[in-house]
Structure formats: C-alpha cells, structure tokens
C-alpha cells in the first residue's frame, strides 16, 4: 500500500470523520426505528372536553 499522504495526522482525522459520519447515521437509523416502533404512552380520548 503506497502513503499518498505524508501527514499522519490529516490521515487520523479522515479517520475519524469517517467514523463519526458512520455513528452519526447508526444513531439517526436506531432513533427512526424507535419512532416507528413507539407505543403511545396514552390514547388520546376524542370526547374528552
């Protein structure tokens, strides 16, 4: 494998966006899957004044 970049620390900050991006997306997908998924906690009563 050839080093393109010659700065060690730009290649550990690539790395590191990338995995935040990475986390960043799990978190949104297992937050809509829990809104999906969500019980309401009590039913709204439409007689109810």
């Known amino acids: 494998m050839t080093d ?3 700065d060690p620390r ?3 900050l690539a ?3 990338a995995k935040t991006e990475e986390r960043r997306i799990a978190r949104a997908k ?3 899957h829990l809104r999906d998924t969500a ?3 009590r039913k709204t009563d439409d ?3």
């Open 39 to 41: 019980v309401p906690i």
């Open 15 to 17: 790395a590191a966006r």
């Open 4 to 6: 393109h970049n010659p």
């Open 10 to 12: 730009a290649a550990r």
């Open 47 to 49: 007689d109810t004044p």
């Open 30 to 32: 297992l937050k809509q």
